[in-house]
């Protein structure tokens, strides 16, 4: 099987990239042709890709020709898939994208606050990736473009075909809110706004939306980011939750709930300690600890 070395993206050109790999040196008693490269892109990680070009042989190079410019934040990522046609075996490398490559010490500082989110300070979040290109969806009028269905279950009302690209859990940092009423001549409904912190994957961008564990939906509205030589090592983005009634609530969550140990944190199922180790008695039980009746 065909091994690949190198596999990234490049171009100082803003109506295309170029994708480039390059693949270990195989033997006269191999054929090259019998291998198949199929090139996919998506702008989430994790998918959904779809086919830009291939099946094809002998290519290490590719100019993505429609490749969308118009949105300043976002990142487009490539895969690539190799079939062996003789053997049906087929490998798959990637994702890459034309982001800037960290160094030893940017990979550290992301080990170290991926261990203190997961560990101490975060909590288990999901984020939705929002899609913005691809299949326009039927609710869409190309001619005013703009939407004409206001909750579409098809586009979640993004304007593209299933609105948002494969949900990514990640462990994450959320202030508490300020609880406030606004008022206005119809309804009086909460508008709750505040910052959630993580490491640099999964990339957050404007419009995403983000589900907690108690299945509050938060969208996002603004993002900063901490970066080590150009790469994103930390972000701070700030959120604000949708209503109930929203279209995006129908966005499924495929945990199973009867998993307890996926569902709740290890933490709480350890009772609080001393400096010197010494348990606690449990702060909820019949006599808790430090209070008088």
Known sequence: MLKVTKFYARSFDIDSLTIFWEIEDI?????????????SKCESPVG????????????????????????KNRSIYYKLKIVDRRTNEEKEYGPTSQLPEPDLIALEIIRQEDVLFRGHIGRKCYLFPRKTFGARCV??????????????????????????????????????????????????????????????????????????????RWISVGVRVTQRLKYDVHQEVTIKEVLRGDITYLLPVNDDIKKVEEIFDWRNKYNPTTHQNQPKPDYLGEHPDGLTY
């Not at 042989?57 to 949105?71: A, V």
């Not at 300020?178 to 206005?184: A, D, I, K, P, V």
């Not at 009086?188 to 990339?203: A, D, E, G």
């Open 27 to 39: 033997t006269k008693d191999d054929d090259i042709y019998a291998y198949e490269f199929t090139l």
């Open 139 to 216: 609710c869409f009028n190309q001619v005013l473009q703009r939407q004409e269905v206001g909750n579409c279950k098809t586009c979640f009302g993004v304007g593209y075909i299933g609105g948002f690209n494969t949900p990514i859990s990640f462990y994450a940092q959320v202030d508490p809110n300020s609880r406030e009423l606004q008022l206005t001549p119809n309804i009086n409904h909460t508008v709750n706004v505040t910052t959630l912190r993580t490491i640099s994957y999964p990339p957050i961008q404007v419009g995403d939306v983000i589900v907690d564990s108690e299945n509050h």
């Open 48 to 71: 959904p890709y779809d086919v830009v070009f291939g099946p094809f042989q002998n290519l290490f190079t590719f100019r993505d020709s429609i490749h969308p410019e118009n949105h």
